[in-house]
């Protein structure tokens, strides 16, 4: 059996955001974005986060890189607590975690070229020694992402969706990571260009041994690309499982409404589709409990008042929380 070495622990991560008083400006309310999230992710693997918009998927994202501070919890990345880290120490560990956005526009500065949006992490964190160093670099960069030299003298304006996030994915690998949070990295392209860019990070993942977090609605090109699978709802983690299983023999309630909605040109690999009632509680006013159980048809007067903990079922790696979780 294969060894795996785990690159990056999360243990219990909780983050809650204040909400200010519009007029007063104190805080009057808490929202829950993360409630006691864990999950491990090993070296060279893609974990997929699926949910509903509002789950918390990008909050997680960002709260890993400390983009976001965590109010509790531990993250330990290559085997070192960057929980509490300064922002001295984080900016050594940014070389190795690095993300890319949604919306490679607003996330270029369009005042710069490409040459300089290339350049500019390269000096930061010290990758080349002089010009000749740092072009070559550059050119490296390019070749990795498939865009010929030209692209260096434009700015991102004169640049295609596609070719811009192509530039973000080299700005992310411009200081050499060994991690890289990819949050909806193909959600803004048209669907031609998506096929490229998933290739493009997978053949990435192959020659330099990157581990993702992707972060995705899609759910076919989360069962595309990903080893493992996370499904969020409401700010925690309901259940996890190796893509290929989870796929297949769905288990927790949300998940099974959630994947019955994937479309299929196989009428032998249909669901019957699941149309959940009610709406999304209010991250404000959590329900007690299951998280889930105003809107699950499996939901008993148990569901309403005891919280159920991410368990293993089944498959030695997959973890489901509910209390019911074979019951169909």
């Known amino acids: 059996m294969e060894h795996k070495e785990i690159l990056l622990e999360v243990h219990r991560l909780c983050k809650t955001f204040p909400v200010p008083h519009r007029l007063l400006g104190h805080t009057i309310a808490k929202v829950s974005a993360l409630h006691n999230v864990s999950f491990t992710l090993y070296k060279g693997e893609t974990l997929g986060l699926v949910g509903e918009s509002g789950c918390g998927k990008t909050t997680l994202g960002r709260t890993i890189l400390r983009l976001f501070e965590p109010t509790s919890g531990r993250i330990i990345f290559d085997g070192i607590d960057i929980t509490h880290c300064s922002a001295c120490q984080m900016r050594t560990m940014r070389k190795k975690m690095q993300i890319i956005f949604q919306d490679p526009y ?79 990295a193909i959600a803004a392209l048209d669907v031609s260009v998506q096929a490229q860019i998933i290739n493009l990070l997978m053949d990435l993942q192959k020659e330099l041994g990157l581990t993702y977090l992707f972060i995705s609605h899609d759910l076919r090109v989360v069962e595309f690309i990903a080893d493992q699978v996370a499904v969020m709802y409401l700010g925690k983690i309901v259940e996890a499982a190796p893509a290929a299983e989870i796929y297949k023999s769905p288990t927790h309630p949300y998940t099974k409404a959630l994947f019955s909605a994937i479309p299929t040109m196989d009428p032998s690999k249909s669901r019957e589709r699941i149309i959940l009632q009610g709406d999304i509680p209010s991250p404000r006013n959590l329900p007690t409990g299951c998280c889930f ?3 699950c048809w499996k939901a008993v007067e148990k569901c309403s008042y005891i919280q159920p903990e991410l368990a293993k079922i089944g498959g030695e790696n997959h973890q489901v929380a509910c209390h019911f979780p074979e019951i169909d």
């Open 293 to 295: 159980h105003p809107r």
């Open 106 to 184: 607003a996330a270029l500065n369009p005042r710069m070229a490409i040459q300089q949006i290339l350049e500019e992490p390269i000096q930061i964190h010290h990758i080349a020694n002089g010009k000749v160093a740092s072009a070559k670099r550059i050119y490296q960069l390019l070749d990795y992402v498939q865009l010929p030299s030209t692209v260096l003298y434009k700015y991102p304006h004169e640049l295609s969706g596609g070719q811009r996030q192509r530039i973000c994915i080299a700005r992310a690998l411009a200081v050499e990571p060994t991690f890289i949070v990819c949050d909806e």
